[in-house]
């Protein structure tokens, strides 16, 4: 895995082989990381494969479609042709396209692995798993009124929500005397 400026790095020294540059002046020989991060945002570059703290990670693939996006758009082509030609395509169509030299594919200098901390927002919660006491679970709020919320986990019923209310009541008398509630309505 490389940071945005050693994949930039990569893209710069594919590109010094067999590429003329692009036909007009309005577009960039070489990515810079602002044109990156819209590529990514528009679909036409995948989105990091991870983060390391605030730093975003990219491989191969990234790679592939920086110098193939360079590549097409050599020929005179449009980001809209370029998209369209691009989305879907495998590593193999890819490298075909960016002929980038094997050497700058491999991951020599890169960042290892081990290195990068886990996405675990992006992972699925496993269903009905035993849980340690140090995992994480997800919560639900149940809206009480005048702005109180009790958390449970699991997803409640209907039947569950009313029967939290009913319970929460002699609470909510105490938050209302207190003045700790944004409004005295009723529970829903």
Do not use: C
């Amino acid at each position: 895995m490389w940071t945005l400026d050693e994949l930039l790095d990569r893209v710069s020294a594919a590109l010094t082989a067999e590429y003329s540059g692009a036909p007009n002046g309005r577009v960039r020989d070489v990515p810079d990381r602002r044109a990156v991060r819209w590529y990514a945002t528009t679909g036409l570059v995948d989105r990091p494969s991870a983060m390391r703290g605030r730093t975003a990670l990219y491989e191969r693939r990234h790679l592939l479609q920086l110098v193939a996006v360079k590549r097409l758009q050599s020929e005179g082509r449009t980001l809209a042709d370029v998209q369209a030609e691009l989305a879907g395509a495998d590593d193999p169509t890819l490298a075909a396209i960016a002929r980038v030299p094997e050497e700058l594919l491999t991951a020599d200098d890169a960042v290892s692995p081990q290195q990068v901390r886990p996405r675990f927002w992006a992972e699925p919660v496993a269903a009905a798993a035993p849980r340690t006491q140090d995992q994480a679970v997800a919560l639900n709020g149940v809206a009480l009124g005048g702005g109180a919320v009790v958390l449970v986990p699991g997803t409640p019923t209907a039947a569950d929500v009313a029967d939290i209310a009913a319970a929460a009541r002699p609470l909510l008398d105490l938050l209302a005397a207190r003045g700790l509630l944004t409004n005295e309505r009723e529970p829903s």
